[in-house]
């Protein structure tokens, strides 16, 4: 059974810090890696996906790196803001045919907060 | 564009009393649809994922079903509700065919009292 794990649980920073936000998974056999953003009270938001191929992918001052075979991955995020306070989530795909390839395993997040 | 609605986003139900949520996507079609169940402390957890119409799949053991009377629409129910039901439930939509993202909707907040 997949476990997807999220260290650090909370994290608070200085504005204009750069972090990172860090994620393991016991299987790695999955299809993708994707990190979201929630707000509070609200929905998800996608940030990036990495396919298993994939070592990492950048958006804007986000960067995720992925080593399948190790199974981590990492959230980079540069020079941080206010703006950027939430919980960030990683989920990891699993792997195979069928209807299993469209599961997300979720780590429980880390609570940014990023103090102006 | 698409969009993901859900509904109701607030909901106080007494233990023992029925449920249904109902989620439905516009501007696409043929898509997947799912249920998660975000609970203090417990992170995200898949409930149920449709591939089409009248196909549900069932992730976990639980007194909740799901149905899919039309391709955007996917609906949560229960008929009597614990109090361990309780928490913040998700709707999500990804592409029939590829596996990309999972679009989520906003959420419907569920207590039972």
């Known amino acids: 059974k997949q476990e997807v794990t999220q260290i650090p649980a909370a994290l608070s920073v200085p504005e204009g810090e750069n972090l990172v936000l860090n994620c393991s998974f016991t299987?790695?056999?999955?299809?993708?890696l994707q990190w979201f953003r929630q707000d509070p009270g609200k929905g998800l938001t996608s940030l990036l996906l990495?396919?298993?191929?994939?070592r990492e992918q950048t958006s804007g001052r986000l960067n995720a790196s992925l080593d399948k075979s190790s199974g981590r991955s990492t959230l980079y995020i540069a020079a941080s803001q206010p703006g950027d306070s939430a919980t960030y989530l990683c989920?990891?795909?699993?792997?195979?045919?069928?209807?299993?390839?469209?599961?997300?395993?979720f780590g429980k997040g880390t609570l940014l907060t990023v103090n102006p | 564009s698409q969009t993901i609605h859900q509904w109701p986003a607030t909901l106080v139900q007494p233990v023992g009393s029925p449920l249904s949520l109902e989620c439905t996507v516009e501007?696409?079609?043929?898509?997947?649809l799912y249920w998660y169940r975000q609970a203090a402390g417990r992170g995200l957890q898949l409930l149920f994922y449709?591939?089409?119409?009248?196909?549900i799949s069932s992730e976990v053991p639980q007194n909740l079903s799901a149905s899919r009377p039309q391709d955007r629409q996917f609906i949560l129910s229960s008929k009597k509700l614990l109090l361990s039901d309780s928490g913040f439930y998700l709707c999500?939509?990804?592409?029939?065919?590829?596996?990309?993202?999972?679009?989520f909707g906003p959420g419907t907040r569920l207590l039972v009292l």
């Open positions: 989920a990891v795909s699993a792997g195979g045919s069928g209807g299993s390839n469209y599961k997300l395993t």
């Open positions: 299987d790695s056999a999955i299809y993708n």
């Open positions: 999500a939509w990804s592409v029939r065919l590829v596996q990309e993202t999972q679009y």
């Open positions: 449709s591939v089409g119409i009248g196909q």
């Open positions: 501007g696409t079609s043929n898509p997947n």
């Open positions: 990495i396919q298993s191929s994939q």
